[in-house]
């Protein structure tokens, strides 16, 4: 086990705390695929990547865009955490006139770097802004992550090749394989799949780890650092709503509500010692 | 009178203000050679994305370029660029007002051999429809030039629209070039008549040939339909008996329904030169097509007879 991994843990688990809290009672939110990243961010804020809460523009930071917007819930819990603003600031998600909106917003957010939430244009945002770094030689890394139901998006495949052509070594794609979009199971929806053999086939760098492990994703965050010359891809196994056991794997809570009782249960399970397990 | 082309001028201006900022940047989709961009590809290849021919990528990657801290031109035909690519424009670079410039080549009936796939007539609609957006339609080489100088010093998106055919040069060389800012091309006492895009000329055209049948054509060219400089347009009207407006785009949400809009409560007859709600065709030139769909001099003196009873 690597040194710090037990308190990469404990941090995600107060993602999903802070998550369940955004959600809350009776009200809808996209629960299950914020959580099935909740490690996986929990690793890029609070270990791997290279950024400063109390200077958010600063050039030399790493970045992370959601192209999945709808998962924004996970990072407004992240840059809190970090101290990009007040913790408080999650209780007024979603309300009007709030800084935290349903789907990532720059103007709005400290420590949001793009506006995504419209499916498939991240991974476009992502690599622009990689030339963009590359062309001033600055060494940040520009981390994007999509769902998988959002491959299905065409757009996604024209930024992986434009990646692969400009040679976007500072570009990380993590694809958050959850296995479920709004309507049911992704395998069953609409056919994605190969999706590994598709990535090698564009010419990306492609590790498989399972996105819940810790170890497994340090370690492939690592080896895309090694690489030089082309883009790499994370494929992260995940389960929506992770951490939550009545969520899990249930696609109901792609954007579902809590009942009073659902909220106790969760709080209470990711409140227990080794709730994830 | 010379005639120059709006794509040359434009890729000459971008080489210069290349020159002058390296943070510039261009993007193509496979039409260099056509919109001109190839001219910036020549002088400043690190900074030039041959994007292939995938315009929604090209779109939205020039956002991240923007995030960069990049000033991205991106080029391609004006009906992929405003139509395409809307989705990626109005999400990925106009909710977060990135510092990206769309320039819309072959606009309105330009590319007259291609049809109606190529040719834009609801182009300025979908852009002015954008929050955060502005959009630019000059009206000859020398405007365009002004145009992009301009793009390029602000800090938010905006949509360029140029023509594919070489046109004279009318834009006055006396007038500083101010977004918005309606230009006085032509000072007349009857009617006002407001035009945007290349209809300058054809509204100059009509005015010569009414000035024999004692009709005075007040022309003033629009240099973009967003932002709209409402006061300015309004000071135009004063003592003038009727309106036309003149455009190279569709009747609906172009200059004329914003003019109309504008002019509510001002009880003044007017007139609209403007695509009515058609698709184009191919045909032979430019011109022929502008005769067909009734954008040209002979329509804008027609109804200039009618207002005044004539």
């Avoid at chain 1, 840059?79 to 935290?100: H, I, T, V």
Wanted: glycine share 10%; net charge negative.
């Amino acid at each position: 086990m690597r040194e710090g991994q037990i308190v990469l843990q404990e941090k995600a688990r107060q993602l999903r705390k802070d998550i369940v809290e955004m959600v809350g009672v009776g009200k809808a939110g996209h629960l299950g695929g914020s959580c099935s990243l909740a490690d996986i961010v929990a690793a890029l804020y609070f270990s791997k990547m290279r950024h400063d809460p109390q200077n958010p523009r600063m050039p030399e930071r790493d970045r992370l865009l959601l192209s999945k917007g709808h998962a924004a819930l996970v990072q407004y819990a992240a840059l809190a955490e970090c101290g990009y603003f007040d913790k408080k600031w999650l209780k007024s998600l979603k309300q009007l006139q709030s800084p935290l909106q349903g789907h990532p917003d720059m103007r709005k957010t400290p420590g949001i770097e793009a506006n995504t939430g419209s499916l498939g244009q991240g991974v476009s945002l992502a690599a622009g802004l990689a030339a963009g770094l590359k062309l001033d030689n600055n060494s940040a890394k520009v981390y994007v992550v999509v769902g998988d139901g959002e491959l299905a998006e065409g757009q996604i495949w024209e930024a992986l090749m434009a990646s692969v052509n400009f040679h976007l070594d500072n570009l990380c794609v993590i694809l958050d394989r959850n296995g479920l979009q709004a309507t049911g199971k992704t395998d069953e929806r609409f056919c994605i799949e190969p999706i590994r053999e598709k990535f090698l086939a564009f010419g990306l760098e492609v590790f498989e780890i399972d996105g819940h492990d810790m170890g497994q994703i340090l370690d492939a965050l690592d080896k895309a650092d090694q690489v030089s010359g082309k883009p790499t891809a994370i494929i992260a196994h995940t389960v929506k709503g992770k951490g939550i056991p009545f969520a899990e794997n249930a696609a109901a809570f792609h954007n579902g509500t809590l009942t009073e009782e659902q909220f106790t249960t969760a709080m209470k399970m990711l409140e227990e010692e080794g709730g994830l397990e | 009178m010379s005639k120059h082309n709006q794509r040359e001028a434009y890729g000459k201006a971008l080489v210069q203000l290349g020159g002058e900022n390296p943070d510039i940047v261009v993007l193509e989709a496979d039409l260099g050679n056509s919109t001109r961009s190839i001219l910036f590809q020549q002088a400043y290849p690190e900074r030039y994305f041959e994007m292939g021919i995938a315009e929604q990528n090209m779109t939205s990657f020039a956002g991240g370029l923007s995030l960069a801290g990049k000033v991205p031109f991106v080029n391609t035909f004006a009906v992929f660029a405003a139509g395409r690519a809307y989705d990626q424009i109005r999400q990925s670079i106009a909710t977060a007002k990135l510092n990206v410039k769309i320039v819309g080549s072959s606009a309105g009936f330009s590319d007259f051999g291609d049809g109606a796939t190529h040719q834009a007539i609801e182009d300025m609609a979908i852009m002015g429809a954008i929050p955060n957006m502005t959009v630019l339609a000059p009206c000859d080489a020398l405007e365009t030039v002004e145009a992009v100088k301009a793009a390029a010093t602000l800090d938010g998106p905006v949509y360029l629209r140029l023509c594919r055919n070489d046109l004279e040069d009318i834009f006055p060389k006396n007038i500083p070039y101010q977004i918005g800012e309606p230009i006085v091309l032509r000072e007349g006492e009857d009617i006002a008549v407001f035009t945007t895009g290349i209809m300058a000329h054809e509204a100059l055209k009509a005015a010569k040939t009414l000035e024999e049948e004692g009709i005075s054509l007040h022309v003033v060219h629009v240099p973009g339909i967003k932002p709209l400089d409402e006061p300015a347009v309004l000071r135009q009207l004063s003592g003038k008996k009727a309106v036309i407006t003149c455009e190279e785009h569709s009747i609906r949400g172009g200059l004329s329904m914003l003019i109309s809009y504008l002019l509510r409560n001002e009880g003044v007859p007017m007139e609209c030169v403007a695509v009515m709600d058609v698709f184009g065709q191919s045909a032979g030139s430019h011109e022929e097509l502008m005769g067909f769909y009734g954008l040209d001099a002979g329509t804008i003196c027609q109804k200039a007879r009618r207002l005044l009873g004539k």
